[in-house]
Nanobody, 111 residues
Framework: QVRVVESGGGLVQPGGSLRLSCAAS????????MRWYHQAPGHERELVAT???????NYVDSVKDRFIISRDSGKNTAYLQMNSLKPEDTGVYLC?????WGQGTQVTVSS
């Protein structure tokens, strides 16, 4: 059994910042790559950023230069620093490790 828990969402004004956290625990016997997804209201879930076991990040074009993914070395925890937030960043942010998903954390960008 693997448990994935996200936290850190909230309401923020356009141009503001939030830092999301993801912690995976349970029957994980190794360190794995981790991914953040964004699901906007009425839209499909979309990949936002990934990070390898060695900490190498990758981003979709829409968040490059605004979001930073990171992780704790040797742990299945990951973070998403979200800067210069826009209203279109609103939605649920979900973390994934292997085939396991968290419940997500809500981010609302609004004035």
């Amino acid at each position: 059994q693997v448990r994935v828990v996200e936290s850190g969402g909230g309401l923020v004004q356009p141009g503001g910042s939030l830092r999301l956290s993801c912690a995976a625990s349970g029957s994980l016997n190794a360190i794995y790559g981790m991914r953040w997804y964004h699901q906007a209201p009425g839209h499909e879930r979309e990949l936002v950023a990934t990070i390898t076991t060695d900490g190498v990040p990758n981003y979709v074009d829409s968040v490059k230069d605004r979001f930073i993914i990171s992780r704790d070395s040797g742990k299945n925890t990951a973070y998403l620093q979200m800067n210069s937030l826009k209203p279109e960043d609103t939605g649920v942010y979900l973390c994934k490790i292997l085939t396991y998903w968290g419940q997500g954390t809500q981010v609302t960008v609004s004035s």
